[in-house]
């Protein structure tokens, strides 16, 4: 490799606004491929609380004065400078022993990670502060007391302890959620591959476009640091199920019901599904993820297949196709030419991998690979953390207890024969809850019967067949849309996900009270709350439109010359509409009733003002509902209220939302609707 030579660096923290080292010279980090020191790494004397307190009482202030899509928008800004960066972080990632594709889904698939989140904040949630959830709850007949639940970010740090085998990804996707939400963070990553995460931060603070105190850094033990976190903070950790719940038990967590989100060990299956017999694209496609998952970082990572569960009648087949691909696999250098698997992460990983196959053979056979010796094309397999990859048979599959409950973190799987798809999810579910599990077919019923079995013991359930070969992500790649995290052995946690995520780190309260109180904390109006009627609010720009601006249309009536035009001109002809026995005998309606669509379109007529002004566009209704039938000679009249208002942080528009509600001349609700108009944020006045 070409920066063996390197004089070690001293790793550096990042805490109280500037990079401390630890007392003391440092213990050693090792390239994983080559085996000499990479890096010197400690904490002592570092001072933890303080830093905890730092975080609270500059990082979080300064996070909460941004609005939401303020602080998307600047993730998207960082993220953008590392996408500028990244071959810098390619270089110091083989020194992880992953090679650069390897590597891909660590730097490329992190910083993108982020990206996307920054992108559905800005898209899904509210350029406010305050996220209101669900629908106004009304708790009183006359609608005098009213309830909403709102998400606030809590007012803490968020505390994540990392894995060593994604160093970038690892922590992007735990602070883009957390600092989208508000929350300042402190990051701790696995001392294996520190070096890498430290480089990352670095460069993120450079760009000076984090708030003082929203991101810290932990390179090394993090000491006395849990023994300090209050009920406002939250803590994240991914690692082993034993150092888990040692944490979770932390009497500081346990005293303070501080909120604990664990990712643990995962014995994750793939299925091949009855149908897929050799030469089915299906039986192919299988195959080659379980390869693909066994070599990818040399098999260190949480999502990986361990246990391949097949027909017992394709078992040899699986594994003779399986054997026949591992072979050709080239081990070696991470940089080296043409290779495709590089190091674990330490020589003591691997042993421990070899270690964990000792205990794992109890039940089963190894039926490919040596997991003592190895082939490489490059480097010295007594120096570097090499090993080739290794298949095992499990002798009596549901049997086999340590097959389904130890974790080789490495280039191992077992294969397990079963006889139907009843036993094939037995075998499954015995890894006691898993990350992700995955099953190929091209059968609807297979699919059916095995994933509603695999559900509710699997964060994510990855069907395969030739319809999705070309477009899937595959087995193991967690996306930032979707749930990361799984039941039982797994952790019982739950990370990305979308905007799930980000509420994770915000509190979700109840708010009661008038709809004037609770649309004076929320920003948002509230059916009963003080409306106002000086002008059309079609003309006002966002810097003149203010919530409660409403216009009440004039009244106009339904006929049926205006049904009988509107079914014939959209082809709508429905036989509720044109058929007057037929609508009788319909349980729901008098007589013929004019379409729901009509009436919409009716209001838009009603509430619409024609000239130019600052509304640019319609984008769409949410929560359409049609709630009394509408008559011929019935008359319709519309209530428009500005309902919400939330401007773009980076653009000369914002997004309105408007309630509408369409009454007859009984002042009953025929429909009621939310219209989204895009509004100029500001607009000559009129002539």
């Given at each position: 490799m070409k920066d063996t030579a390197v004089k070690p660096r001293r790793l550096q923290?990042?805490?109280?606004?500037?990079?401390?080292?630890?007392?003391?010279?440092?213990?050693?980090?090792?390239?994983?491929?080559?085996?000499?020191?990479?890096?010197?790494?400690?904490?002592?004397?570092?001072?933890f609380k303080a830093a905890l307190e730092w975080g609270r009482r500059v990082g979080g202030p300064a996070l909460r004065k941004q609005t939401i899509h303020e602080r998307a928008l600047m993730l998207k800004a960082i993220g953008l400078k590392l996408m500028e960066m990244k071959e810098e972080f390619y270089l110091e990632n083989f020194a992880t022993g992953a090679t650069r594709k390897d590597g891909w889904i660590d730097i490329d698939g992190g910083i993108g990670t982020m990206l996307t989140f920054s992108s559905k904040a800005r898209l899904e949630l509210p350029n406010a502060k305050l996220i209101t959830e669900g629908p106004v709850e009304r708790l009183s007949r006359d609608g005098s007391f009213v309830a909403q639940h709102v998400l606030s970010p809590m007012e803490g740090v968020a505390v994540h302890i990392n894995a060593f085998n994604f160093p970038i990804w690892g922590m992007l996707e735990k602070i883009a959620p957390s600092l989208i939400a508000g929350m300042p963070c402190i990051v701790k990553p696995a001392s294996q591959t520190a070096y890498l995460t430290e480089l990352v931060v670095r460069r993120m603070l450079e760009t000076?476009?984090?708030?003082?105190?929203?991101?810290?850094?932990?390179?090394?033990s993090a000491g006395d640091l849990l023994d300090h976190v209050s009920e406002q903070d939250v803590v994240t950790f991914t690692g082993s199920a034993g150092t888990g719940r040692m944490l979770k038990a932390t009497p500081a967590i346990v005293q303070n019901s501080v909120r604990f989100t664990m990712e643990a060990d995962s014995l994750n299956a793939s299925v091949l599904g009855d149908d897929a017999e050799p030469g089915t694209p299906e039986f192919d496609l299988f195959v080659k993820e379980v390869a693909r998952e066994m070599t990818v970082k040399a098999g260190q990572k949480c999502t990986a297949i361990r246990r391949a569960i097949v027909p017992s009648r394709f078992e040899d087949a699986v594994i003779e196709q399986l054997s026949a691909r591992l072979a050709k696999t080239a081990i070696g250098l991470p940089d080296g030419e043409g290779v495709q698997m590089g190091a674990l992460v330490s020589r003591k990983d691997r042993d421990g991998v070899r270690e964990k196959i000792r205990e794992i053979a109890a039940d089963c056979e190894i039926v490919?690979?040596?997991?003592?010796?190895?082939?490489?094309?490059?480097?010295?397999?007594?120096?570097?953390?090499?090993?080739?990859?290794?298949?095992?048979?499990?002798?009596?599959?549901?049997?086999?207890?340590?097959?389904?409950?130890?974790?080789?973190?490495?280039?191992?799987?077992?294969?397990?024969?079963y006889q139907d798809a009843d036993e094939a999810v037995a075998l499954a579910r015995k890894g006691r809850g898993s990350l992700v599990s995955s099953l190929f077919t091209n059968d609807r019923d297979i699919a059916r019967d095995v994933v509603t079995g695999l559900a509710p013991y699997h964060g994510r359930v990855l069907i395969g067949n030739r319809g999705s070969a070309k477009t899937s992500t595959g087995h193991g790649s967690p996306l930032a849309p979707l749930v990361h995290g799984g039941p039982g052995r797994a952790g019982g946690g739950e990370e990305m996900g979308g905007i799930r995520g980000v509420k994770h780190f915000m509190q979700r309260t109840a708010i009661q009270g008038t709809p004037e109180m609770l649309s004076a904390v929320t920003g948002q109006w509230v059916d009963g709350a003080p409306a106002q009627s000086d002008g059309h609010p079609f003309r006002k720009s966002l810097a003149e439109l203010r919530i409660g601006d409403q216009v009440v249309t004039k009244s106009r009536e339904v006929?049926?010359?205006?049904?009988?035009?509107?079914?014939?001109?959209?082809?709508?002809?429905?036989?509720?509409?044109m058929n007057s026995d037929a609508a009788k005998a319909n349980p729901f309606f008098e007589d013929r009733v004019a379409h729901g669509y009509l009436i919409a379109s009716f209001a838009a007529g009603l509430f619409v003002d024609p000239e130019p002004g600052p509304v640019l566009a319609n984008y769409g209704v949410d929560n359409l509902r049609f709630l009394t039938p509408v008559y011929f000679g019935d008359s319709l009249q519309v209530r428009l209220t500005c309902k919400e208002i939330n401007p773009r942080a980076n653009g000369d528009y914002g997004e309105v939302r408007w309630d509408c509600r369409v009454s007859n001349q009984k002042d009953e609700v025929v429909a009621q609707y939310d219209v989204l108009t895009l509004v100029a944020k500001t607009w000559p006045q009129a002539a």
């Amino acid at each position: 490799m070409k920066d063996t030579a390197v004089k070690p660096r001293r790793l550096q923290s990042y805490l109280e606004g500037a990079w401390r080292a630890g007392t003391g010279e440092g213990r050693p980090v090792y390239n994983a491929a080559t085996g000499q020191i990479h890096a010197l790494i400690g904490t002592e004397g570092l001072d933890f609380k303080a830093a905890l307190e730092w975080g609270r009482r500059v990082g979080g202030p300064a996070l909460r004065k941004q609005t939401i899509h303020e602080r998307a928008l600047m993730l998207k800004a960082i993220g953008l400078k590392l996408m500028e960066m990244k071959e810098e972080f390619y270089l110091e990632n083989f020194a992880t022993g992953a090679t650069r594709k390897d590597g891909w889904i660590d730097i490329d698939g992190g910083i993108g990670t982020m990206l996307t989140f920054s992108s559905k904040a800005r898209l899904e949630l509210p350029n406010a502060k305050l996220i209101t959830e669900g629908p106004v709850e009304r708790l009183s007949r006359d609608g005098s007391f009213v309830a909403q639940h709102v998400l606030s970010p809590m007012e803490g740090v968020a505390v994540h302890i990392n894995a060593f085998n994604f160093p970038i990804w690892g922590m992007l996707e735990k602070i883009a959620p957390s600092l989208i939400a508000g929350m300042p963070c402190i990051v701790k990553p696995a001392s294996q591959t520190a070096y890498l995460t430290e480089l990352v931060v670095r460069r993120m603070l450079e760009t000076g476009l984090l708030p003082e105190g929203a991101l810290q850094l932990v390179t090394g033990s993090a000491g006395d640091l849990l023994d300090h976190v209050s009920e406002q903070d939250v803590v994240t950790f991914t690692g082993s199920a034993g150092t888990g719940r040692m944490l979770k038990a932390t009497p500081a967590i346990v005293q303070n019901s501080v909120r604990f989100t664990m990712e643990a060990d995962s014995l994750n299956a793939s299925v091949l599904g009855d149908d897929a017999e050799p030469g089915t694209p299906e039986f192919d496609l299988f195959v080659k993820e379980v390869a693909r998952e066994m070599t990818v970082k040399a098999g260190q990572k949480c999502t990986a297949i361990r246990r391949a569960i097949v027909p017992s009648r394709f078992e040899d087949a699986v594994i003779e196709q399986l054997s026949a691909r591992l072979a050709k696999t080239a081990i070696g250098l991470p940089d080296g030419e043409g290779v495709q698997m590089g190091a674990l992460v330490s020589r003591k990983d691997r042993d421990g991998v070899r270690e964990k196959i000792r205990e794992i053979a109890a039940d089963c056979e190894i039926v490919s690979g040596d997991p003592e010796n190895v082939t490489l094309v490059s480097g010295d397999a007594g120096q570097g953390a090499f090993m080739a990859p290794v298949l095992m048979r499990a002798r009596d599959p549901m049997s086999a207890d340590a097959a389904h409950g130890i974790e080789a973190f490495g280039p191992v799987a077992t294969v397990m024969g079963y006889q139907d798809a009843d036993e094939a999810v037995a075998l499954a579910r015995k890894g006691r809850g898993s990350l992700v599990s995955s099953l190929f077919t091209n059968d609807r019923d297979i699919a059916r019967d095995v994933v509603t079995g695999l559900a509710p013991y699997h964060g994510r359930v990855l069907i395969g067949n030739r319809g999705s070969a070309k477009t899937s992500t595959g087995h193991g790649s967690p996306l930032a849309p979707l749930v990361h995290g799984g039941p039982g052995r797994a952790g019982g946690g739950e990370e990305m996900g979308g905007i799930r995520g980000v509420k994770h780190f915000m509190q979700r309260t109840a708010i009661q009270g008038t709809p004037e109180m609770l649309s004076a904390v929320t920003g948002q109006w509230v059916d009963g709350a003080p409306a106002q009627s000086d002008g059309h609010p079609f003309r006002k720009s966002l810097a003149e439109l203010r919530i409660g601006d409403q216009v009440v249309t004039k009244s106009r009536e339904v006929t049926q010359e205006d049904v009988e035009h509107f079914a014939h001109f959209t082809g709508d002809t429905f036989y509720a509409h044109m058929n007057s026995d037929a609508a009788k005998a319909n349980p729901f309606f008098e007589d013929r009733v004019a379409h729901g669509y009509l009436i919409a379109s009716f209001a838009a007529g009603l509430f619409v003002d024609p000239e130019p002004g600052p509304v640019l566009a319609n984008y769409g209704v949410d929560n359409l509902r049609f709630l009394t039938p509408v008559y011929f000679g019935d008359s319709l009249q519309v209530r428009l209220t500005c309902k919400e208002i939330n401007p773009r942080a980076n653009g000369d528009y914002g997004e309105v939302r408007w309630d509408c509600r369409v009454s007859n001349q009984k002042d009953e609700v025929v429909a009621q609707y939310d219209v989204l108009t895009l509004v100029a944020k500001t607009w000559p006045q009129a002539a």
